[in-house]
């Protein structure tokens, strides 16, 4: 191997291919197959040659979420401003109007994550675990468009961080829980069964017996706008 792509790879190395090529491992291996080694032979290099552009793996894991961002803020510039209200001006979106946009940040946000399940505890972990200036710009920008929209939307400075974390933590959360499903028994067809539910005490805990079924399939997109609607009503009722 060499710091140059094989035969089978196509033009030079980059940050983008770099990250794109630990996308296509994590997505098909998983989180824990994740490694500069094995980015490396995904890429047909050596394993030096990456460090140019992701000089470590905690750089390497960040990069995997400023991907996804990139490709957040790709599908929200594409449905255009009309939609989403990508550049409003100060308080030009009434309340339906701001219900409309954070649905559909909310939406894509879901497609972006369904496409890369293994990926999506890192949305939240590395949230954790980097302060708000050292994250990706991709990522700010989306924090960025959240606070556009509530301020156009009237609010406040209180009232538009209250919703503005409360959004972003309903989002992570629910993506974490909705997508990355740890099952008992994978090659198991019974939902119940494949979550594990039969070994629980049904003495103890009937309800997660009674709801395996339902336990084992996503909410989807419609609990997630759901959600978001309780918190803007939460908020008109607390403004009211």
Not at 116 to 138: E, G, K, W
Request: with cysteine; glycine share 8%; hydrophobic share 45%.
């Amino acid at each position: 191997m060499s710091d140059e792509p094989s035969a089978s790879g196509r033009g030079r190395l980059s940050r983008e291919r770099v990250l794109r090529a630990a996308l296509l491992v994590a997505d098909g291996e998983g989180l824990p197959a994740l490694s500069m080694r094995r980015v490396a032979e995904e890429l047909g290099v050596e394993t030096m040659a990456l460090y140019r552009y992701t000089p470590s793996k905690d750089d390497l894991l960040d990069g995997l979420v400023e991907t996804l961002f990139l490709d957040l803020e790709e599908r929200l510039s594409a449905a255009g401003p009309a939609a989403l209200a990508d550049s409003p001006g100060p308080r030009s979106l009434d309340r339906a109007a701001l219900r409309q946009s954070l649905h559909g940040i909310a939406r894509e946000m879901y497609r972006v994550a369904v496409a890369h399940p293994n990926v999506v505890s890192l949305c939240a972990a590395r949230t954790l675990t980097t302060p708000l200036t050292r994250r990706p710009h991709a990522v700010l920008r989306t924090h960025e468009r959240l606070l556009v929209l509530l301020h156009a939307a009237g609010l406040d400075d209180r009232a538009a961080l209250r919703l503005y974390r409360a959004f972003i933590s309903w989002i992570l959360g629910y993506l974490v829980i909705d997508l990355r499903e740890v099952v008992d028994d994978p090659d198991e067809p019974d939902p119940a069964f494949r979550l594990g539910l039969h070994r629980l005490p049904a003495r103890d805990f009937p309800m997660l017996r009674a709801l395996g079924q339902e336990l084992a399939e996503r909410g989807g997109e419609e609990q997630l706008t759901a959600g978001v609607d309780a918190l803007l009503d939460g908020l008109a009722a607390a403004d009211g």
